[in-house]
């Protein structure tokens, strides 16, 4: 699995570090414990495209927004966060 | 047909041509009293519990592919009990007595060896960690030893003494702990339920759930509906997929680890060893290959087969750990699909839908736990209350807060 980096170009997966599910939207500071819960723990683990944050920590230090076939690691489009 | 030294002999005198498959391959009944989804090494445990001791005999287990195709048949065999927390313990501890009289029960070779589990520590805080570990199993009555350098290496004196960045100060050992061939755990639970009247219905997926004012009635599948008003989902890294049936969402990741196994050579490895300093866990297969795994990739993953830096990685600490590993050739690797929680501990709970049971969760250490978890998802089912040593393995702990984190990884896959 490679990267296109919107910065650095095509890089390995190795230079990067996955930050997870990016659909998850932080609850608002009054919000219920149980949309907490759903932000902490839940996740639609979806077979098929997934949109995830990777952080290119070895070079440009963006983060950035990757939309990714979980079933073939397929990379459909890499975005700035 | 019993396997027995007689059946064996004679099998012999006729040239072994008597042997019979191991279990039907029935047609779908259109009503079961209860269905297990899966046919991993769980569900196939927990349909022969459900049978030979919960009384239910009209059970089928359905599997989209065949049985032993998914992670029983992937994982790095290693079975072990030797937890930190209250809320583990027992359980494994259950597990590993089930281990310990499985052969004899099902009647199957299962090659169940008890050749030890020692985890090496490299830092006076992972030899405290070792040791708070090793007394919190023996509260439990479970046995730990925590041995010295020079014991340890006077039983291993392959590894690398003289490592600087990871020196091996010592490690603790589970003696009782060890591998167990996992194929032929699928094929005997398999076989042993088979036995007691389960239809076990392979290329049979879960299509979809039916369910009527909370209550699930059957399963749609690939094969047609088949009516139960009792389901239990155990299928390993597809927890997610199935429980979206169900119109849940659950705390969980699907993430790809990979193992590998060397080319054969003489004995060389006699116990389970892991390294402390990374994630690596090494044992040696009695066709003589080394097997060997670490972490998981660390991205959601479905698709069965990890990424080249994780073999890098993996091969690191194989060099760090046993340096004379260069010599030989990796023959394979290969991925399964990890169903994580966000605690690393496993669920085993009634769902919001009356009739439906959760098992999953198991992150990257549920072989060890096939025959308690098979055990517990049938206690589950039939009485529908926990059994007592998985109370802990709640669905709603991610909401009440009695999370079950043995290594303090948090929601970080790659932590577990
Ligand atoms: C590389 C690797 C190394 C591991 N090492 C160890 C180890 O050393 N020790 C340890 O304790 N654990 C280890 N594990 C973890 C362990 O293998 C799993 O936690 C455990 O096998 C999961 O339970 P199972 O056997 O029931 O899963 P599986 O064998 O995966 O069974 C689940 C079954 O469900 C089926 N299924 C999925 N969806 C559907 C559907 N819709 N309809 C019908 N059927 C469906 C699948 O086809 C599959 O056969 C390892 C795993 C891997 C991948
Ligand atoms: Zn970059």
């Known amino acids: 699995m490679r990267l296109t980096c ?3 170009g095509n890089r390995s997966i190795a230079e990067f570090s996955y930050y997870g599910d990016a659909t998850l939207t932080r609850p608002g500071s009054n919000a219920e414990q149980s949309a907490w819960v759903d932000y902490v723990y839940m996740r639609d683990n979806p077979a098929g495209p997934h949109s995830e944050f990777w952080y290119h920590e070895a070079a440009c230090r963006q983060v950035l927004r990757v939309e990714r076939d979980t079933r073939t690691h397929t990379i459909l489009s890499v975005q700035t966060a | ?29 259109a009503e079961y009293d209860a269905i297990v989804v899966g046919g991993g090494g769980h569900g196939l445990a927990c349909a022969y519990y459900l049978a030979s001791r919960y009384g ?28 930190l927390l209250p809320g583990n313990i027992p359980f494994y501890e259950t597990s590993l007595k089930l281990w310990e009289g499985l052969e004899q029960e099902i009647n199957y070779n299962a090659m169940v060896s008890q050749r030890g589990v020692l985890n090496l520590f490299h830092s006076d805080g992972q030899r405290d960690v070792a040791i708070r570990r090793g007394n919190a199993m023996r509260l439990h009555g479970v046995h730990a030893e925590l041995l010295s350098r020079d014991e340890v290496r006077a039983r291993h004196p392959f590894l690398d003494y003289d490592n600087a ?10 003696q009782r702990g060890g591998t167990v061939r996992h194929d032929a755990v699928a094929w005997g639970y398999a076989r042993a339920a088979d036995k007691l009247g389960v239809d076990i219905l392979q290329n049979c997926e879960l299509t979809g759930l039916r369910i009527e004012g909370g209550r699930v009635l059957g399963a749609e599948t690939s094969r047609g509906y088949i009516a139960a008003r009792k389901i239990g989902l155990s299928v390993a890294g597809n927890s997610s997929r199935v429980a979206a049936m169900a119109g849940m969402r659950l705390p969980v990741e699907s993430h790809v680890l990979t193992a590998f196994v060397s080319e054969g050579i003489k004995p060389l490895l006699h116990s389970v ?15 003589g290959g080394l097997v060997f795994g670490a972490s998981v990739d660390g991205y959601n993953s479905y698709a069965q087969r990890g990424n080249l830096p994780c073999v890098e990685d993996t091969c690191e600490e194989a060099m760090a750990l046993m ?5 030989l050739r990796m023959l394979r690797s290969w991925g399964g699909i990890m169903d994580m929680t966000m605690d690393g501990s496993p669920i085993i709970d009634r769902t919001p839908v009356e009739g439906l049971y959760l098992n999953g969760g198991w992150c990257i250490g549920g072989f060890k736990a096939t025959p308690a978890a098979g055990l517990c998802l049938a206690h589950l089912m039939a009485r ?24 303090g990884g948090g929601t970080n896959m790659a932590l577990h």
């Not at chain 2, 359905?62 to 030797?82: C, D, F, M, P, Y």
């Not at chain 2, 340096?323 to 010599?327: E, H, I, K, N, V």
Request: hydrophobic content about 35%; proline content about 6%.
């Open chain 2, 323 to 327: 340096p004379a590993l260069g010599r």
């Open chain 2, 56 to 83: 239910l005999h009209n059970i089928a287990v359905i599997e989209k592919s065949l049985v032993g195709s998914g992670n029983v048949g992937r994982n790095t065999t290693i079975v072990r009990s030797n937890y």
């Open chain 2, 1 to 29: 047909m019993k396997f027995s030294i007689r059946s064996v002999l004679s099998q012999a005198m006729q040239g072994q041509t008597g042997w019979k498959p191991q279990w039907r391959n029935p047609e779908p009944r």
């Open chain 2, 273 to 287: 060893i892991t390294f402390g300093a990374g994630h690596f866990y090494i044992s040696q297969s009695d066709k």
């Open chain 1, 6 to 8: 919107p910065f650095c």
């Open chain 2, 165 to 174: 960045r990871f020196p091996i100060m010592g490690g603790l050992l589970q």
């Open chain 2, 384 to 407: 529908d209350e926990p059994h007592e040593v998985a109370r802990a393995y709640r669905l709603d702990r991610f909401a009440t807060g009695r999370l079950l984190d043995e290594t």
